[in-house]
């Protein structure tokens, strides 16, 4: 599957005899041993690829190289590159966060959000990202406020989880749904695009901060599954964009240009091309501002004569509407990761590099699981795989998440450093099953049908995602946190359809409050 892009087209390729495909792989596997055997020849640190050196050379011919060989040459320059040592802790609070999604605001000065939070905490040690590529580095450890748990790399995980989601979301200003996902026009409407209005200083500093992360994670593997569309990507590396870009964004603005650019086409002359098209040199950007493509276009008419130029302006003022927001996230992203490394890359496989591979097989999972006090034979353990077929692409996503703290596998199974391990339970048919995310551990009962397993797997997964919280939390948390949750409108749990670790926060947190009220 680690073949390179052109090697996957549909072409003539598909018609060539067996034995010649061989002999053609063989001679790329030789070329892909060259590339990385000259890679202490090639200057990445020039970035240029408009001359005759061997950095322009591979340039031209990384389409050729497989991916594979692009990370191990990848991972090889970064063991050379400048790092920081040391390391901190940073304090989250998920309940803040919570009431935050539950209010329906935007976190504007990043203090409620998780993000947020770990961007303040952050922002003055964000050199501390640029580690070396090594087996579980984490760049900073992670602890729940008023959850249980030490951090051995599960609650990292589980907090770069949890702001991939918060990024993808309206809490935050820096990302907003795209005109595609509002409209329900086009394709790619679950992708997420830059906000035009992320111009306050805050917005921007956490731009940067969010292009060091998307560095940490290019370096350390350390996915952030983030849904952005290709202008994205292709921005991030300096790419060409064209209109097919804004159509994956903006479908209905592109079908606009296209009818007025073929008026003529469609047998509109200069006389009723007027009558038809009521427009000004104006245009709307994906946050819904309107913007001018001139000086005065409000007051300029679209005409049969100037259409071609109106098309222009709009597909190059709509191209470059975030142009601010991407220069503040690639400077945090380069001061991280080198830059001219993206350009081993296609934006496409930079994208599946730092945000994971967004579905997978049911037999990726299996090939990294292994089994404690069961078999993979044992029927319960049948009905646990059936289960996970019959699961959608997100529920998948979901389970990963539950057993491992991410909702994306890497780019390859041998990134995957630890197994999965699925140990057989004791409990009856009726309990949920539990995860140790730091040590990839499910506790699975063994349940008696494939329904009821589909049925207590699919709601752990859904709704158990609390940290145990064996601990006083009555010492953790603040005035501000319990003033915000005072009124039952903000703080909705059921205690009855709860896991036992979340129903132990609830009541302790209930009680808590109660007393607190008491007291003033």
Known sequence: TDLPVMFTKKNSLAKMPEEVLKRRLKVLIKFNKVVHDAIDFIDFSAGSSHGDDLYSCYIKVKEYVTLKTKESMTKQILQKAPTTKGKTEITLDRHKAFMLKNSGTVDHSGERSLFGQLWRQLKEKMM?????????????????????????????????????????????????????GKTGNGEFREKWTLNPSATRTTHLEMLEFLGALLGM???????????????????????????????????????????IINSEKEGLGEATFSTLVDECFVTRLSDGTEKELKKNGKDIKVTFANRKEYVALVEKVRLEEAAVQM???????????????????????????????????IDEL?????????????????????????????????????????????????QFKQTIQVKGSSKPDDELPESHTCSFQLDLPRYTSVEKAKEKIRYAIKNCVSIDTDQNVAETWDDQTIQQSNSAQHYHLSLIHISEPTRRYAISYAVFCLKKKNKT
């Open 128 to 180: 501390q990202l640029r580690k070396k590529p090594k087996k579980d580095k984490v760049p900073f450890k992670v602890k729940f406020k008023a959850e249980g748990g030490v951090d051995a790399g599960g609650l990292f995980r589980e907090c770069l989880s949890q702001i991939s989601e918060e990024l993808n979301s309206s809490c935050l200003p820096l990302f907003i749904q795209t005109p595609n």
């Open 327 to 361: 220069k503040a996230i690639k400077t945090g992203l380069f001061k991280i990761a080198p830059q001219s490394l993206f350009k081993l890359y296609s934006w496409k496989e930079l994208e599946v590099k730092i945000c994971g591979k967004p579905t997978f097989k």
């Open 366 to 414: 299996k090939k990294m699981t292994k089994y404690s006090g069961c078999d993979e034979k044992d029927t319960f353990i049948q009905y646990f795989w059936q289960a996970l077929e019959e699961f959608s692409d997100e529920e998948r996503s979901l389970y990963l998440r539950f057993v491992w703290g991410r909702s994306r596998l890497p780019t390859f199974s041998d």
């Open 217 to 259: 994670s290019f370096r350390l593997n350390h996915l952030l599954a983030l849904n952005l569309p290709s202008i994205f990507w292709k921005q991030l590396m300096d790419d060409p964009i064209d209109a097919n870009d804004l159509k994956a964004i903006d479908a209905y603005c592109v079908q606009c240009l296209e009818d």
